[in-house]
């Protein structure tokens, strides 16, 4: 379909002539970390989000890692399994035991009802992520937490633009932990936000973010070099000007996706959560493949064959990776609705600057993938036995 692979994802990067002057800036003074920029961009950031406090950090990795280092949680933690690795990975990094509930199989975010049943005398906390940037049902989510007396965090790493009940993620819960890595909506490069209105919380986080050092040598707790750097400020505050633009153009995109994809059978889109307003950051569909005619990883193998570059967005889920292989046989058959999900969902290409005459030409390919679904299948199987049949 493509003679150029059509990438899942790009940073879409500001011009450079937005950012030059300030690069000299920092190349004159030779102030490459904690600086004025870094300053700017968490004000910036902070009044995006409609918080107190945002912090700037390397990534949403150490924002996580610091997070409930910070809190200080002992115990076990609420969390989906249906999620990006490093979720549940800053859990383990502070000794935390993640109990896995199931998503909802249509918005496919933490379901509020598991939630509640999985409270235990241990639990410490809830971690609910917004998935391919659809927001959690918050509202929900703090009256348990409320009532349990816990905190109530986001992994938001994929949700900076989102809104939930007019309000934009980040300012839900405890705090919340954006992403700022290419594949986001504001990017800096690498790098991520810790939102909050709890002061204390900022402060704690900040003094972690500097290897736990107040400035008086005296470590508070076992910190990081978590810190973000002047450079990487410098893109975020211009990447942070293109978001509005950039997720209006995308959710036109998702809307091109889905008006093409859905005469097609056997292809459902994520639900969004009612009283959401997602920001396009990653596009998937869920396919049947009775009905389809393809499986999805039939679906993801044409789709490279046509030079289109998807992912399987999140298979294996958590609690079937290798590295909770100890915890695998407690949630055999507990999770079927994440099961279902990760075994069926397919993420297509998006990008802030992606054409619409890309998408069309996805579309396109799925169509004909379609179409031709019984010489496929048979290509398949003659390539999977390697013969020539
Ligand atoms: C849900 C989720 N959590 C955490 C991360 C890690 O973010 P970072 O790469 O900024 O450390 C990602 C990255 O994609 C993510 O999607």
Not at 144 to 154: K, Q
Request: with cysteine; proline share 5%; glycine share 8%.
């Amino acid at each position: 379909m493509f003679s150029e692979t059509v990438s899942i994802s790009r940073a879409t990067l500001p011009e450079f002539d937005a950012v030059v002057d300030s690069y000299r800036d920092i190349f004159s003074t030779g102030m490459v970390t904690n600086g004025k920029y870094l300053k700017e961009f968490e004000e910036r950031m902070a009044r995006y989000l409609g918080v107190a406090h945002a912090v700037g950090v390397s990534s949403a990795s150490t924002g996580l890692l610091l997070t409930f280092k910070a809190l200080g949680l002992k115990g076990e933690v609420i969390v989906p399994s249906f999620t990006f690795s490093m979720t549940g990975h800053a859990l383990a990094w502070n000794g935390l035991r993640p109990v896995f509930v199931d998503i909802d199989p249509e918005t496919c975010v933490i379901d509020p009802e598991k939630v509640e049943k999985a409270i235990t005398p241990d639990t410490c906390a809830i971690l609910g992520v917004h998935i391919w940037g659809n927001p959690c049902q918050a509202d929900r989510l703090q009256e348990i937490a409320d009532r349990h007396n816990i905190p109530l965090l986001f992994d938001a790493a994929q949700g900076t633009g989102s809104r939930y009940l007019e309000r934009p993620v980040g300012g839900f819960g405890n705090a919340e932990v954006l992403s700022l890595s290419p594949t986001k909506l504001v990017v800096s490069g690498e790098g991520g936000i810790v939102a909050t209105n709890d002061a204390e919380l900022a402060r704690r986080v900040r003094i972690g973010r500097a290897y736990g050092d107040d400035g008086s040598y005296d470590c508070l707790y076992e910190g990081m070099n978590a810190r973000m750097s002047e450079l990487h400020a410098v893109l975020g505050l211009a990447s942070l000007e293109m978001a509005d633009k950039n997720i209006a153009h995308r959710l036109k995109l998702f809307d091109l996706y889905r008006s093409r994809l859905r005469k097609l059978p056997g292809i459902q889109f994520q639900k969004i959560t009612p009283g959401g307003v997602p920001n396009g950051v990653y596009f998937s569909i869920i396919i049947d493949s009775e009905r389809f005619g393809l499986t999805r990883d039939q679906l993801y193998e044409a789709l490279k064959a046509e030079h289109v570059d998807t992912r399987r967005y999140y298979h294996p889920p958590m609690h079937r990776q290798s590295v909770n292989a100890h915890l695998a046989p407690q949630y055999e058959g507990k999770l079927p609705n994440t099961d279902k999900i990760a075994a069926n969902s397919l993420t297509l290409p998006m990008f802030s600057h992606m054409t619409e005459e890309q998408v069309k030409g996805v579309c396109q390919a799925i169509e004909r993938l379609h179409a031709h679904r019984e010489e496929v299948r048979k290509r398949m199987g003659a390539a999977a036995t390697g013969g020539h049949r």
